[in-house]
C-alpha cells in the first residue's frame, strides 16, 4: 500500500458507532458478496468463556450496508494496528483482513479494509434468530452488554435510513428470549 495513500475502513458493527480511530471522512457504503451476520462467539468483548455472547462478523453471500471511514495517510499504521488489536485480541484471528471494494453513497468505489468472519474458526457459528436473541440477551463482556451491541449497531442504521431485517428480528425477539 502507498504511504502517502488514504485507507479506507468499511464498518458493518460497533466500528460504526465507536470506531476508536481518527478520521477524516465517513459516508454510507455498500459491499456486495458479503452480510452482516451475527456469527462469531465472543468470550472477551460480549461474552466470557462461561458465557458467550456473539458478535458481528461479515460473512458470505448478499450484500452489507455500512460507512467507509477514510483514514488519512499519517493515521494509515496507527490505524492498521489498532484495528488488528481491536477485531483479533490476543492474536485470536477470528477475521481475515481483506481489501475489497465499496461503493460509496456519493458513487464512487474504493478498495476498503474489511474483517471478514473466518468460516473455519471455531468460534465461527450460525445460530438461528431465536438462539441468537437468547444468547444476546445474556450476554456481557469487556465492551459491556451484547444487548446494547446490538441496539446502538440498530440505532446507528436507522439513523442512516438504513434497515438490516435480520438484526431488527433479533432484536425482536430480545423481550421473550429467557
Known amino acids: ?15 460504526i458507532w465507536r470506531p476508536g480511530f481518527p478520521f477524516a471522512a465517513r459516508e454510507p457504503a455498500l459491499l456486495r458478496g458479503f452480510h452482516r451476520r451475527f456469527c462469531l462467539w465472543s468470550r472477551l468483548y460480549r461474552g466470557t468463556p462461561e458465557r458467550p455472547g456473539l458478535v458481528l462478523g461479515l460473512d458470505r453471500g448478499g450484500s452489507c450496508h455500512g460507512v467507509a471511514f477514510t483514514v488519512a495517510p499519517g493515521d494509515v499504521a496507527a490505524t ?11 492474536g485470536e484471528n477470528v477475521y481475515h483482513e481483506r481489501m475489497l471494494p465499496v461503493r460509496l453513497a456519493s458513487g464512487g468505489v474504493v478498495r476498503a479494509l474489511c474483517y471478514v468472519a473466518d468460516r473455519r474458526h471455531p468460534a465461527y457459528a450460525r445460530p438461528c434468530a ?37 438484526l431488527e428480528g433479533i432484536a425482536g425477539r430480545l423481550e421473550s428470549a429467557p
Open 1 to 15: 500500500m502507498d504511504p502517502s495513500s488514504p485507507l479506507h475502513v468499511f464498518a458493518y458493527g460497533s466500528l
Open 80 to 90: 492498521r494496528a489498532y484495528l488488528r488489536e481491536r477485531e483479533n485480541p490476543r
Open 130 to 166: 431465536e438462539t441468537a436473541a437468547r444468547v444476546i440477551a445474556a450476554g456481557v463482556g469487556q465492551a459491556g452488554s451484547n444487548r446494547d451491541y446490538l441496539l446502538n449497531t440498530l440505532a446507528m442504521l436507522r439513523e442512516m435510513g438504513l434497515r438490516d431485517a435480520a
